[in-house]
């Protein structure tokens, strides 16, 4: 198969789904979030609890952002080689990332593939890409393999707790702008993303977002900037739903493409990845025996049923909510049992948001939760869980390991509260690097052809990959499992109508 940026139209126009998401946080507010969150801690109704040996945060990565109380905005930093456009927490633990990465790579055989087939061509010289994703080893690899495809990239984080520090020290060892560290205030996590985008002799051509901060950002305090934007690659379903807005307001300006709802990242990173890594999450951070819990998934889409999947294996009593009637009939027919939160939020063990929507949990389900309720966020957005309509004087947070609170009402009840109902699998796991390899070979090709897009093949809408490429991205991984496949015939294909090479399915097929 040919390569895939070589001149072929590979995207084609979306069409909108439900137009319905939280707003945003204003980057001129966050200030004041960031001192309020801060003030909360500072307060006589927040308690640290000491540590155990057994209650030692096991992600390596958790811990780092305790250690120290000086924010890195603060500190002088320049790495071995002098360089100092950087801001991570400590330059220092840059070895211990460089391992990191070299591990990830060995799991990332997509993208590795595609950054040694794509190296030679530099089919993103010139490009200039500003990152706002998760930093973890998985995503330096596609930063990495972005440089070596040609590109230049500034890189912020699009979750406060997401970071591992020592990978972001890494990237800064190596000479990236990287501007992120796990446990940021609101206005840390603005003021990085601002550093991405307004630079001295910098001018960003491309977006790679996941959420749609930088879009956000830039549009709002810098459109002369935005309007020069070749192009915007969106991952996650917060980000597609906002972009799917500023179109249908006419304030999208430059073309986008929607990786959320490509196959490959519908199915590998939201079902498969998810149905692994909530596992993982809730066992590091709460040590839980899952048999015989009472657990309710709010969402029945990729991501509950991937979570839904790996809790039945465990021997939990799952309940689903949805709102979708398809859904809720395919939760059904996979022998869930489909209620409203108010029906079972008394006796479940563990409530898990998946719905990408706000106030799913409120403080009314909170206040009728049993003692000792796990209550986490598997979604993007951080608004499913009403985390603020906890921090009242009524109330008192007890910090008990890295990302795990306890929130405890006046009559001795608690909660126990994931993150801060922030991505639970990002800030108390780690995700399958695998997996992480299939969405950064979505993400690296649609870079690749949004900027080498002739001038009139995008117009200022939002588009979907096509088959073509999701194929192409799962035949860079089936060598990993010494898959091969069967070909047609010529009297195959001409029967079935379709190109001996693909794509095999039309655009509307659901696998």
């Not at 956000?216 to 810098?222: D, I, R």
Request: aromatic share 8%; proline share 4%; charged share 25%.
């Amino acid at each position: 198969m040919g390569e895939p940026y070589g001149g072929i139209v590979l995207a084609t126009k979306s069409s909108p789904t439900v137009i319905s998401d939280s707003p945003i946080t204003d980057p001129g507010s966050g200030g004041k979030d960031a001192k309020s969150s801060g003030a909360l801690k500072k307060s006589s109704r927040y308690r640290s609890r000491s540590l155990s040996a057994s209650s030692t945060d096991s992600y390596s990565s958790g811990s780092s952002s305790d250690e120290e109380d000086v924010s890195p905005r603060d500190k002088e930093q320049k790495n071995s080689n002098g360089f100092s456009d950087f801001c991570v927490r400590n330059i220092n633990q840059h070895a211990f990332g460089r391992r990191e990465i070299e591990i990830a790579e060995q799991e990332m055989p997509g993208i590795m593939a595609l950054r040694k087939r794509a190296a030679e061509d530099k089919p993103l010289k010139s490009a200039k890409i500003v990152g706002c994703t998760h930093i973890n080893a998985q995503t330096a690899v596609l930063i990495e393999t972005l440089a070596e495809l040609g590109a230049q990239v500034r890189w912020a984080a699009c979750n406060i707790y997401s970071t591992q520090n020592e990978v972001g020290a890494a990237l800064a060892e190596a000479g990236f702008p990287i501007f992120s560290w796990r446990g940021e205030t609101e206005e840390d996590f603005w003021w990085c993303i601002d550093k991405c985008v307004n630079a001295e002799n910098w001018q960003p051509n491309m977006i790679l977002d996941d959420g749609g901060d930088a879009t956000h950002l830039m549009l709002k305090k810098y459109p002369a900037l935005f309007k020069v934007i070749k192009g915007i690659v969106e991952e996650s379903v917060t980000g597609v739903h906002r972009l799917y807005q500023l179109s249908k307001a006419g304030k999208l300006s430059v073309p986008a493409m929607n990786v959320n709802d490509s196959v490959t990242k519908t199915k590998f990173d939201n079902l498969y990845s998810c149905r692994e890594s909530i596992i993982d999450s809730l066992k590091r951070s709460t040590d839980i025996m899952f048999g015989g819990k009472q657990v309710v998934v709010c969402g029945y889409g990729e991501v509950g049923k991937g979570c839904c999947q790996a809790l039945k294996g465990l021997g939990c009593v799952v309940y689903i909510t949805e709102i979708d009637p398809i859904c809720a009939l395919q939760a059904c027919m996979d022998g869930f049992r489909v209620v409203k939160l108010n029906e079972v939020i008394r006796n479940v063990d563990i409530v898990i948001t998946a719905t990408g929507n706000k106030n799913v949990v409120t403080r009314e389900h909170m206040d009728k939760m049993k003692n000792g309720c796990i209550v986490c966020n598997m979604g993007h957005s951080n608004t499913e869980i009403d985390v603020n309509s906890l921090r009242t004087p009524d109330l008192t947070w007890e910090k008990v390991r890295s990302q795990v609170d306890h929130v405890i009402w006046p009559d001795g009840k608690r909660i126990v509260l994931l993150a801060e109902g922030r991505l639970v699998n990002l800030s108390c796991s780690s995700l399958p690097s695998f997996v992480v390899s299939i969405t950064a070979s979505t993400q690296a090709l649609a870079l690749i052809e949004l900027f080498n897009a002739p001038q009139g093949r995008y117009k200022s809408d939002v588009y979907l990959l096509p088959k073509k490429m999701d194929e192409y991205v799962a035949s860079l991984h089936l060598p990993t499992f010494d898959a091969h496949l069967t070909e047609l015939t010529d009297e195959q294909a001409k029967y079935m109508g379709l190109n001996k090479a693909g794509p095999f399915k039309p655009n509307y097929y659901r696998y």
